[in-house]
């Protein structure tokens, strides 16, 4: 509603500009910095999932010890990847460096994310003769010759 008074608008019931939120500032960041689409979705998920990890406080509110916190939850209760967690790691440094301006320092509390050790796709010599000795008939030739050219590719 607007009421004009000797060439003044006045308007009635508009409230102040307001700070943008949290995710929005990260986002307006991430887009000044130049950082791709995916990198921003990436990041204002994993800044999303630790506040409300640490049941929605903002982080200006919460310290090192609860980055420390989060990174380890994610490594040990959810087994995600080295890669997931650092990633989580760059997201959260993003924040407090370039949006909240404050340093945390180094995380020495931090369990890190490990490698799942693989099983072995080949058999050595030895297993491989192991397994031909138990098996009868035609078969048998048809391994030898397999394996043979295997161990003659490498």
């Given at each position: ?49 630790f ?9 200006k ?46 995380l ?21 003769m ?25």
């Amino acid at each position: 509603m607007e009421i004009k008074v000797s060439n003044t608008l006045y308007i009635k019931n508009v409230k102040p500009p307001t700070k943008p939120k949290l995710l929005d500032q990260v986002r307006h960041v991430l887009r000044r910095e130049r950082y791709s689409k995916k990198t921003e979705e990436a990041y204002t998920k994993w800044i999303r999932e630790f506040i409300i990890y640490h049941n929605k406080q903002h982080p200006k509110k919460l310290s090192k010890k609860h980055i420390e916190n989060f990174l380890t939850h994610l490594a040990v209760d959810r087994q995600v990847a080295p890669s997931t967690q650092t990633q989580a790691l760059s997201a959260l440094v993003f924040l407090y460096k370039k949006v909240l301006d404050e340093e945390f320092g180094w995380l020495e509390e931090t369990t890190r994310a490990t490698r799942k050790s693989k099983l072995p796709v080949v058999f050595s010599r030895e297993e491989a003769m192991k397994i031909i000795s138990k098996i009868n008939g035609d078969i048998e030739f048809d391994c030898v010759l397999v394996i043979r050219k295997r161990i003659a590719a490498r």
